[in-house]
């Protein structure tokens, strides 16, 4: 696993579940052409760079840059980064035709190649290998999950964090992971 700062922008969830495999952030889809009505997605994706910074990932295809071209205008160049992958002609194992243009997208290419794109890229490597995660339970003991009234707590975490009411709960936990330390977590909800 690759462990890095910033958050990965990829277009869907094939995407991210690729690349779930390769890597330990926090990776959020712009679930393709729907960035462009999705605005609190968009903003949280503007936070993400200020806060952390952020690396576009998208298939090398039009409609890739399109969306590439749409997250990066309103972002300062020094906060994102741009990975590409290679055009490779074929079709992903789940279709049954390749694209439009016939490349394979980000949940086509083989491990190996996006893997070394990130190992020569100018990402932040975290090397916090030993620090103990919040899980699932620090979640649910602490009200935020599966719990009465847990709902309304979760809703003020998220706005008290600046993050969006839609983050599901591994998205959460991936970014609470990210900006603080259990210690911490668990001394903010006590």
Do not use: C, W
């Not at 958050?7 to 462009?36: H, P």
């Not at 409609?63 to 071209?69: A, C, P, T, W, Y």
């Not at 194992?93 to 190649?113: F, H, M, N, T, Y």
């Not at 932040?124 to 620090?138: A, H, M, P, Q």
């Amino acid at each position: 696993m690759i462990k890095i700062k910033e958050a990965v922008i990829v277009e869907g969830k094939y995407d991210k579940i690729k690349l779930s495999n390769i890597l330990d952030t926090l990776i959020i889809e712009t679930n393709g052409f729907q960035i462009y009505k999705d605005k609190e997605r968009l903003n949280f994706i503007r936070h993400l760079a200020e806060d952390r910074g952020i690396i576009v990932l998208t298939d090398s295809d039009h409609s890739g840059f399109q969306i590439r071209n749409y997250i990066s205008s309103g972002i300062p160049k020094d906060r994102i980064k741009h990975l590409y992958i290679p055009d490779i002609y074929g079709k992903e194992k789940r279709k049954e035709v390749a694209s439009k243009e016939g490349k394979l997208g980000v949940e086509g290419i083989d491990d190996s190649i996006l893997s070394a794109l990130f190992e020569r890229a100018d990402v932040e490597f975290k090397l916090e290998e030993n620090r103990e995660l919040i899980t699932n339970y620090d979640l649910f003991a602490a009200g935020i999950s599966g719990g009465a009234n847990s709902k309304e707590k979760r809703k003020k975490l998220l706005k008290e964090l600046n993050l969006p009411e839609f983050l599901s709960t591994n998205s959460l936990l991936s970014y609470l992971n990210s900006s603080m330390s259990k210690d911490e977590f668990i001394t903010h909800f006590k």
